[in-house]
């Protein structure tokens, strides 16, 4: 007569089968795929060895209805099922993977329970009906393990929202606010009921149209995306903002929704221009520096190489100087180089440059300069508008100025030879005397300086 074999021994002999039975559908779930076998197996394991466990006890009529209904006996030790669910909550898996994780252990047991014994009756179909009623109540426990760490999880993030100093939302796959924290709210200075349901465009702001790119981008890539936008919001609030967009991925990885968290950086933009600023330009003046110049000057020589336009330098020595800073004073001679900084401005269009290169060395960058007479032109109009008297603190001031000009590509195709070929051309143009231009050439007959009109 064959031994009665109860279902308690068979999990505990054939666990290891099951177990890998198990695993292989685990492994299919979305959230699994990275843990490996012990963080799968672990609770599984030690489910079936409390459950065969349980099977081997007794049992009231009353326990046994209450485990029917998903009730357990009181304790005060969590069990495997409950540290179950809170490790899968903590892992960021759904309920419906959670419980599926319980309906293959089921599935598992059961097949190798009735392939092994295809007729079950007696003490076998109790203790395959108590199995039952054991995982049934191993998935309630679970899941109320796993309702308590979300509920916590939502009230811990709705904190964080609400505290948060950073406005941020959740907007839907057309660009529709759903969600919208305090911050937010403060920003645009509406009620909430005012924003949920509304767009970027309903609202009227104006970076809507690089905004609703950017969320089309974050939908099509399922990526993070990182932008700035400019506005000052009715709130008053702000300038400058950065933002973060992020894809919300549902079960089945599709695209369901977009977090964007903000945040006003318009204090840090503005000291990082100020120091920029500070770096590129004279502090006197306000004219870029020889840094900002020497970029200035490659990339318009990179302009010019792609557009095939001339391009013409001016390089300024102011004469008599020294001689104003000797007799009136410094003050007097930063009050003229300041007036020279603005009168060249009034000599050149908005799109050329003018920069200080230090002391009394000026120079101008004319974009698109076709012919030599409109250097000429430019040049003898920076001569005249020099050669009137400058107004100081106790008497006018008199200088002229020296001007070496080179020109693109004819003198010099790159930065450097271009700048060391119109400061030679100025000194030809020095040598000779003050309010003079000379344009740059390797014959002596063009370095002769030009004289003023």
Same mark, same amino acid.
């Given at each position: 007569?064959?031994?009665?074999?109860?279902? !308690?021994?068979?999990?505990?002999?054939?666990?290891?089968?099951?177990?890998?039975?198990?695993?292989?559908?685990?492994?299919?779930?979305?959230?699994?795929?990275?843990?490996?076998?012990?963080?799968?197996?672990?609770?599984?394991?030690?489910?079936?060895?409390?459950?065969?466990?349980?099977?081997?006890?007794?049992? !009231?009529?009353?326990?046994?209805?209450?485990?029917?209904?998903?009730?357990?006996?009181?304790?005060?030790?969590?069990?495997?099922?409950?540290?179950?669910?809170?490790?899968?909550?903590?892992?960021?898996? !759904?309920?419906?993977?959670?419980?599926?994780?319980?309906?293959?252990?089921?599935?598992?047991?059961?097949?190798?329970?009735?392939?092994?014994?295809?007729?079950?009756?007696?003490?076998?179909?109790?203790?395959?009906?108590?199995?039952?009623?054991?995982?049934?109540?191993?998935?309630?426990?679970?899941?109320?393990?796993?309702?308590?760490?979300?509920?916590?999880?939502?009230?811990?993030?709705?904190?964080?929202?609400?505290?948060?100093?950073?406005?941020?939302?959740?907007?839907?796959?057309?660009?529709?606010?759903?969600?919208?924290?305090?911050?937010?709210?403060?920003?645009?200075?509406?009620?909430?009921? /005012?924003?949920?349901?509304?767009?970027?465009?309903?609202?009227?702001?104006?970076?809507?149209?690089?905004?609703?790119?950017?969320?089309?981008?974050?939908?099509?890539?399922?990526?993070?995306?990182?932008?700035?936008?400019?506005?000052?919001?009715?709130?008053?609030?702000?300038?400058?903002?950065?933002?973060?967009?992020?894809?919300?991925?549902?079960?089945?990885?599709?695209?369901?929704?977009?977090?964007?968290?903000?945040?006003?950086?318009?204090?840090?933009?503005?000291?990082?221009?100020?120091?920029?600023?500070?770096?590129?330009?004279?502090?006197?003046?306000?004219?870029?520096?020889?840094?900002?110049?020497?970029?200035?000057?490659?990339?318009?020589?990179?302009? /010019?190489?792609? !557009?095939?336009?001339?391009?013409?330098?001016?390089?300024?020595?102011?004469?008599?100087?020294?001689?104003?800073?000797?007799?009136?004073?410094?003050?007097?001679?930063?009050?003229?180089?300041?007036?020279?900084?603005?009168?060249?401005?009034?000599?050149?269009?908005?799109?050329?440059?003018?920069?200080?290169?230090?002391?009394?060395?000026?120079?101008?960058?004319?974009?698109?300069?076709?012919?030599?007479?409109?250097?000429?032109?430019?040049?003898?109009?920076?001569?005249?508008?020099?050669?009137?008297?400058?107004?100081?603190?106790?008497?006018?001031?008199?200088?002229?100025?020296?001007?070496?000009?080179?020109?693109?590509?004819?003198?010099?195709?790159?930065?450097?030879?271009?700048?060391?070929?119109?400061?030679?051309?100025?000194?030809?143009?020095?040598?000779?005397?003050?309010?003079?231009?000379?344009?740059?050439?390797?014959?002596?007959?063009?370095?002769?300086?030009?004289?003023?009109?």
């Amino acid at each position: 007569m064959q031994k009665t074999i109860r279902l !308690s021994d068979f999990i505990r002999v054939e666990i290891e089968p099951i177990l890998q039975d198990w695993e292989e559908f685990a492994t299919s779930i979305l959230h699994a795929r990275h843990m490996g076998k012990v963080g799968l197996r672990d609770h599984a394991r030690e489910m079936l060895l409390e459950i065969a466990d349980d099977l081997d006890s007794g049992q !009231s009529e009353s326990e046994r209805a209450a485990k029917s209904k998903g009730r357990g006996p009181e304790d005060e030790e969590e069990s495997w099922a409950e540290v179950h669910g809170e490790d899968r909550h903590t892992s960021g898996f !759904s309920v419906m993977e959670t419980v599926s994780e319980f309906r293959a252990l089921r599935a598992s047991v059961v097949s190798y329970w009735t392939k092994t014994h295809p007729i079950i009756a007696g003490q076998q179909l109790e203790d395959l009906t108590r199995f039952h009623e054991a995982i049934d109540q191993a998935v309630a426990e679970s899941l109320e393990q796993y309702a308590t760490a979300k509920e916590m999880e939502t009230r811990l993030f709705g904190a964080i929202l609400v505290a948060s100093p950073d406005p941020i939302y959740v907007l839907d796959l057309r660009g529709r606010f759903i969600y919208a924290n305090k911050a937010t709210a403060d920003l645009f200075a509406l009620p909430p009921d /005012a924003i949920i349901g509304k767009s970027n465009f309903d609202l009227g702001f104006p970076f809507a149209p690089d905004f609703n790119r950017n969320l089309e981008k974050v939908i099509a890539d399922q990526a993070t995306y990182r932008g700035k936008f400019s506005h000052t919001f009715a709130s008053g609030q702000g300038e400058r903002f950065d933002y973060v967009l992020a894809p919300v991925l549902d079960e089945d990885r599709n695209t369901e929704a977009m977090v964007c968290i903000s945040r006003d950086i318009t204090e840090q933009a503005i000291a990082e221009e100020t120091i920029w600023h500070t770096a590129h330009h004279d502090f006197l003046t306000g004219l870029p520096n020889r840094r900002l110049f020497l970029d200035r000057l490659e990339q318009e020589v990179k302009h /010019a190489k792609r !557009s095939s336009l001339p391009l013409a330098l001016l390089f300024l020595d102011l004469d008599g100087f020294k001689e104003v800073n000797d007799s009136l004073g410094h003050e007097a001679g930063d009050r003229v180089l300041c007036e020279v900084a603005q009168r060249l401005a009034d000599c050149v269009r908005e799109d050329d440059t003018i920069a200080r290169l230090g002391g009394d060395e000026f120079t101008v960058i004319l974009t698109a300069a076709r012919q030599h007479k409109d250097v000429e032109v430019v040049a003898q109009t920076i001569i005249d508008a020099l050669a009137r008297p400058f107004q100081t603190k106790h008497q006018p001031a008199r200088i002229s100025v020296s001007i070496g000009i080179s020109l693109y590509p004819e003198d010099a195709s790159d930065p450097l030879a271009l700048l060391q070929a119109a400061d030679k051309a100025m000194y030809i143009a020095k040598e000779s005397r003050s309010n003079r231009m000379c344009f740059y050439s390797t014959s002596e007959e063009r370095n002769r300086p030009l004289s003023p009109w």
